[in-house]
């Protein structure tokens, strides 16, 4: 059994030929958060005949699987990563679309801080950051 096969089944998800072969794009995904055009397009490249629709329908599995995690850094346009257990934050440069990741304690420990004022516990929060180099025109 591969790793990915292991990762799957873990996931509680039957093994198929596109289920692993997407999963081996996220995993050495550069850059990696990828919209499943882009996914697509690596199946194309490695001459996987699998279908756009098929790559929409198993990133949505992954998705409630807990596998990947999806983003919306624009409107409509989604993009994926593996989920993983340490948690970070995103900026989006607005003129090239590069997405940075980032982490920073004091950023979490106030919006901590912030719910509790209002009589809540954190359960998750969701951070996009949507940035310039300085002097760049619009
Ligand atoms: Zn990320």
């Given at each position: 059994m591969t790793v990915e096969e292991g990762e799957l089944k873990r996931a509680g998800l039957k093994v198929t030929v596109p289920r692993l072969k997407i999963l081996e794009i996220l995993e050495a995904s550069e850059p990696r958060h990828m919209s499943a055009e882009d996914v697509y397009r690596k199946l194309m490249e490695a001459d996987e005949s699998i279908g756009l629709a098929t790559v929409y329908r198993v990133l949505t599995q992954f998705e409630s699987a807990g596998l990947v995690e999806r983003h919306?850094?624009?409107?409509?346009h989604a993009v994926y990563e593996m989920a993983s257990d340490e948690h970070h934050d995103h900026m989006v440069d607005?003129?090239?679309g590069n997405v940075v990741e980032f982490f920073d304690e004091r950023l979490e420990a106030l919006q901590r801080s912030i719910v509790e004022q209002h009589g809540f516990e954190l359960v998750d929060h969701n951070m996009v950051l949507f940035v310039r180099r300085p002097g760049k025109k619009k």
């Open positions: 919306n850094f624009d409107d409509g607005v003129d090239t």
